[in-house]
């Protein structure tokens, strides 16, 4: 029975959903209060049904009703209760309506959290969220019923995916969509100000929080996955440019691009279409992605079952949304270019540039995705561009980027100074160089390294240095505002990224190895000793489990257990053994045995040395970190005038009045 | 007219996702096309495996069909098709012929050993050259050549009892009924 009641529910969702679409849209074109007071209600009703039916999934996990197709097909009897929830999302028709539920949590928050705006603001921003509501609920009600019956019933299911039996891929989706979703607030609030001329750039500064949070959890979310994939592929990578990882990481770029600009647009009033123009890419990149990966035009490892006719759904949703939104930008986007002049050199310039390299970055990635279909379509042959082409490109992009990222904060707005940035520059510049010549001679000489080097000391003293002005100029409290703190967080994220990247990336050390048991092999200074193979037993699968000693000039460093699992419906799946450290990770992963008859014999093993590894996860989280310390700032939420000195616009007493 | 460029952009990338679901629902994505098809097999000439002083080449093979199978023993997915190629060597029609991609001989022998020798022909190439010219992109792969030396099919990764059933005793079915 819930199964069915599952299905009422998102029924009765989608007409929620309809009915915040259409009338606050309307009610707000025709000044029509009432109209406009539907979306409210509407949202939180829509929300109410979305989570039941939600609830009444995962209800059906934990009971094991295998009567649900889905369920069926992605648990069993043996799946332990957290991997069963986790199975929600397993699949491809529960993954949807993870999609949808999220999407609701960002409605709900927003509903709750927009009674400041103006009526009719608030109303076309819930009201463009609807819209969004609709297609996806009706996608999953026509296309990918997760409620679907199988009778009759099995006595137990399959299995879920292997690859997501895992703590950390747990919370890899939810978190993901958190960040590719949120960008949907982004893209209502720019649609609402493009369908109501907003004159005041107001809303952009309603608009930064709700970005910067999505921005945040997209970064945790990539962190996560990019994690996931070093611990669990057992490849020893961590980025792999693979279709689907390029499908979170594009929207993050434009994303990065959008929090910046909206900065611009909010305190300066310049750059105003492009930061609309920004945040309706974001959101559309993260639809794309959604295309991508369901639709089966591209093969990925993330790939779910692909279907022509959900494939089809989409593209005509993606039209409606991203071509309806692109046309109203064109009719509608400010046509004045607003806002106060800018110098050359000025924090609005190095904005800028950045902001050029994010976009041309996420249009190559882009590129390099569909370059298979392009192939397709032009008749040229299978085609595909792989870790050459972005790993040659993206650096070229992202060096301006890094070269500037330091100095941005000491640049004014309007004009900056140019004698205080050289002085920096030139500290920053020594340090850097200094920094290398030193690194030099602990890393061989290696290029990569070296520039890492100084890479991440030129950043990181720019960071330090402007803390250090701060502290020195500003009064006790004004000295670190959350917008600020927040900024100089991710920045020095970045340096903490690029000595990970860079180091890791130019002094790891790999061999593939058979290896007898009492065999050793040295690698990065640490001796490798295999000590055989056996059985072991988890919950709901098998293994062998290697054991290998670690020690670095007779000292005992670690005993290290990679595993190759064998789940209860035959799918195999390697758990890579890690022993992590601050300066280097020690990583082996088990191959293939020389014999299958004898398990007890040789194995092929892969074994790894990863310097500084763990730095590039921790400088994502402290990107990520930033992101949520600067959407905390007081200033998004005390109502106050978007410019200080700039009169009262009359929104802030029709404001007032909506609120009491 | 500027604000309708990024419309125009994505109505082309619209356009192009359009065209990738129709040309999946007709093609096979994985499916790799060999260009070798019905051309005749790259001239090769390589040392036999056990008796590495003779030789065998495409010359010196034509006449009749032969099913011309890629493999090492380092390759895991050759280990899984090599029970099939065991048990339905005989029974082909045509003779199966070994060629062994880029590995040690002593390696190659001990697992042929372990494993079983279902080749009637069986050459080695430890540099890998005649694999470049073949196309080979991972072992194992087949191809089946005709009595004139033409590559006829190609099978990439490892055949099964399907693939068997399936793909190559139809394919060799009908090179037999055409007149020599």
Redesign the interface.
Known sequence: MTPELGQIALILALLLALAQSILPIIGAWRNNSAMMAVARPAAFGQGFFVVLAFVLLVWAFLRFDFSVQYVADNSNLALPWYYRITAVWGAHEGSMLLWIFILNVWTLALALFSRQLPEAFAARVLGVLGIISVGFIAFILFTSDPFGRLLPMPPDGGDLNPVLQDPGMTFHPPVIYMGYVGFSVAFAFSIAALLGGELEQAWVRWARPWTNIAWAFLTCGIVAGSWWAYAELGWGGWWFWDPVENASFMPWLVGTALIHAQAVTEKRGSLRAWTILLSIFAFSLSLLGTFLVRSGVLTSVHSFASDPRRGLFILCFLIFVVGGSLLLYALRAPKVAGGKPFAVVSRESAILVGNLMFTVAAAMVLLGTLFPLIGDALNLGKISVGPPYFGLLFPLLMLPIVLLLPFGPYLRWGKGEPQVLKRVMLRALLAAVACAVVAAFFVDGKLKAIAGVAAAVWVAVGVLLYIVKRWREMPRGRRYPAEMAGMLFAHAGVAIFLIGVLLSESLSATSDVRMAPGDTKQIGGYDFRFDGVHETQGPNWRADQGTVMVTRNGEPVAVMHPQKRTYTREQIQTESAIDPGVTRDLYVALGEPMDKEHIDGAWALRLYYKPFIRWLWFGGLMMMLGGFVSAGDRRFRVRRPANADAPEPVGAALLSETRA | MT??L??IG??L??G??????W???G?D??A??SPLINKPAPDFKLPLLYEPAQTVSRASLMGKPYLLNVFASWC?EC?VEHPVLQAEAPTLGVALVGYNYKDAPDDAKAWLA?HGNPYSVLMADTSGQTAIDFGVYAAPESFLVDAHGVIRYKHIGPITMDVVNDELKPAIASLQQEPH
């Open positions: 604000r309708l990024p419309f994505f109505l990338l619209a192009l996702l359009g065209f990738g679901i040309w999946n629902t093609h994505q994985t790799i096309p895991i280990g372990t």
